[in-house]
């Protein structure tokens, strides 16, 4: 070990201590939604809005959060950072409604939006170049810890105490955080900052917003179909308007000129329709298993570690799988994989074997996990170096995008099977998993337009790590 990277190691374990307590905050919540369901007097099936209020969150102010650390430096960002999510997780953890819930919800995604990538951020320009790869590894670990211990930990809390504890449990992570950041967390700032682009920022965010509440409004049997529409109009008109705006500016938020490169505007439309199936699973299998099988949080958060488990095993055989059949007939063939493993859950019963619903639960552990490796290095790996931070922020943008997505999908089809509930919850959930099957098995007509090609084994496993 160099004397360098020895120096950073202090700032590798704070990154990753944000990394865990975000990435485990968002797995936790999925197991206690019944009891909060219960407690705030809500329908379990209706809960989708909590999920989907903290990724459109995320997504919405990741695009700006490169900026800010680069003009008020990432010491004093990645603090306000940690201050936001965890008085957001105090909030939540205080709150008498669910709307109240939500909008708690969103200060925690507002702080979520800055910690990881203002953290990755701080990484990128403290190690030196021949420790990157080892230090991104590193700081990768947590991402895969958190949705391992989060739904056990989750139902554990919610059965030994309350569905509070599940974000109580992140104000002494965030305050232990906010120790060590004063300490260790480098003050870097652009080396030439460049404007902002305002204009282009407020039309996407809008648009995403927008159109989010209008796939959400669905689900919300009260809401007036005319809103949802002039919501739907509005929000494709800010996202057009800021297509306009980008072709002529000299400096957009994203360049079209990403879109050129049909590596990555084929695998960053594929992973938006990909993921809005993927993101309705954690939210769906703990209700499955808690409302329509009778499970206790406990044991159904224990059920989603073999999802977890092997989707770490998968990500090891994505480099093997692309480097033998290339990148398009991995996707096509998984895509359809993905889809079956989420509509076969509608034939999950109480009276099915465990080790038939665990062998069920790995396996789609295993398929999506491969899928999110080979759609991400599929995009990422024609960009070169100018384009590179931005497409990488524009794909994690997205991928936040598709989960809130994901989440008010699942509670807009929960809702139009709603009918089906007077044969118990178990029909409506059974039905809404075949629809999210439907949904990602629509996505191989993307993948389909992929160049076969052979790929680069290296590239693979820089983003598998």
């Not at 950041?181 to 917003?209: E, I, N, Q, T, W």
């Not at 993927?278 to 570690?305: D, E, K, R, T």
Request: hydrophobic share 55%; proline share 5%.
């Amino acid at each position: 070990m160099t004397a360098s990277y020895a120096s950073i190691r202090p700032l590798l374990w704070l990154v990753s201590l944000a990394i865990f307590m975000q990435m485990l905050d968002s797995t936790i919540v999925n197991t206690a939604l019944p009891a909060m369901a219960r407690s705030l007097g809500e329908s379990p099936l209706q809960m989708q809005s909590v999920v989907f209020s903290y990724a459109l969150a995320v997504a919405t102010f990741i695009p700006a959060s490169g900026w800010i650390a680069d003009r008020f430096g990432t010491r004093r960002t990645f603090l306000i950072a940690i201050i936001l999510f965890t008085l957001g997780s105090l909030a939540c953890a205080l709150a008498q409604s669910l709307h109240q819930l939500v909008a708690a919800r969103v200060l925690q995604g507002i702080g979520g939006a800055m910690l990881l990538p203002v953290g990755r951020l701080a990484v990128m320009r403290s190690v030196p170049r021949e420790d990157f790869l080892r230090a991104m590894s590193f700081i990768a670990i947590p991402a895969l810890i958190g949705p391992l211990i989060g739904p056990t930990l989750g139902g554990w809390l919610v059965e030994v105490a309350s569905w509070h504890w599940v974000f109580l449990i992140n104000l002494p992570i965030g305050i232990i955080g906010y120790g060590v950041a004063m300490k260790v967390m480098p003050d870097h700032y652009a080396v030439h900052r460049s404007r902002f682009d305002l204009r282009g920022y407020l039309m996407l965010a809008f648009g995403m917003v927008v159109l989010s509440l209008a796939l959400d409004g669905i689900s919300g049997m009260g809401t007036p179909h005319a809103l949802v529409m002039l919501m739907t109009v509005a929000g494709l008109a800010a996202l057009v308007g800021y297509w306009l705006h980008a072709a002529n500016s000299t400096a957009p938020l994203f360049s079209l000129a990403l879109f050129r490169v049909p590596s990555y505007r084929i695998g960053i439309l594929g992973n938006l329709f990909s993921r809005i199936g993927s993101s309705a699973m954690p939210l769906l299998i703990p209700l499955l298993l808690q409302v329509g099988m009778g499970m206790s949080p406990m044991n159904a958060g224990l059920m989603m570690i073999p999802v977890a488990a092997a989707g770490m095993v998968a990500k090891r055989l994505a480099v093997k799988l692309v480097e033998r059949f290339g990148y398009r007939r991995v996707l096509m063939a998984n895509t359809v994989l993905v889809g079956l493993a989420m509509a076969s859950f509608a034939l999950m019963s109480p009276d099915q074997p465990l080790g038939w619903r665990l062998l069920q639960l790995a396996l789609f552990g295993a398929v999506n996990s491969l899928q999110f490796t080979v759609m991400n290095t599929v995009t990422l790996r024609d960009l070169d170096v100018g384009f590179a931070s931005s497409g990488n922020s524009l794909l994690s943008m997205v991928m936040m995008l598709a989960a809130g997505f994901g989440a008010a999908a699942a509670g807009s089809l929960l809702a139009a099977f709603a009918p089906l509930e007077t044969h118990g919850a178990t029909a409506a959930l059974h039905a809404t998993f075949v629809c999210v099957g439907a949904i990602t098995l629509t996505s191989t007509l993307i993948f389909w337009q992929l160049p076969d090609t052979g790929p680069d084994p290296k590239q693979i496993e820089e983003v598998a790590e």
